[in-house]
């Protein structure tokens, strides 16, 4: 466990600062497609409050104050301090809004306070899945919801095929652009290692999640996992 925790803080430490530019790169600019498709499925009522978990550089928190015109409250939460700092400087007219460094599998925040809580490609990197929903689960207030976007498991043998092909080259984009393909390695084996679409949903179940379902987006390239506490 100690070693998957220290491979993917190396990871990230060496990509925070060129973390958006690559997403763009990877995913021709369909992250912020997908990422959009996570709030509407969201969407939030205003004066909400929102855990955003493995926030990175912010993109759900940015898309949730858009979403409620700027009455909602946020609390980010990521373990690396590199992109947390990149976080901040993204919302630096934004007050209501906290930070949080710990990991998802080990929440500070308290019990039966969210709205909502979130999750973008975050799941993938900690170290137990039931930990982190339930987690997830105490930290949300009864009526809650859970949204989770990951990469998933595409159906489409042609698209897997292609895909597969395509994933090949991103090692050589991040030596090209970040100078390291190691943390590019470690993003394509995470995303092979992942559990599919049905495995989620039957953790969440687990975990006391209700009405749990998701949605394919490009295929099953990602998937949108949604579940409620109610
Ligand atoms: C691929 S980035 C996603 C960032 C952002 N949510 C997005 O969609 O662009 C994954 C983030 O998860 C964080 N992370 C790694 N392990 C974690 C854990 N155990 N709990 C919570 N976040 C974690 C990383 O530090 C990183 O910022």
Redesign the pocket.
Known sequence: MQQK?DL??N??DSV?DK??LM?DIMSLGI?RLW?KDLIYLLNPSINTKLI?????????GKLFIDATNNNCEILC????KN??NA?KKKFVNFKNIKWEK????KLKASSNYFDYY???????????LNK?ISEAYRVLKKGGRFLC?EFSKIDNSNLNFLYKNYSKLIPLFGKIVVGEKEPYEY?IESINKFVNQNELIKIMKKNKFQNCTYKNLSGGIVAIHSGWKL
């Open positions: 925790e993917v803080k990871v990230f925070f973390y958006d997403n992250h990422k955003d978990v493995g926030c990175g550089t912010g993109d759900i939460v990521d373990p690396n992109m947390i976080c710990s990991y998802a599998e979130t999750i973008s490609f975050g799941l993938r990197n900690t170290n137990n982190s976007l993003l």
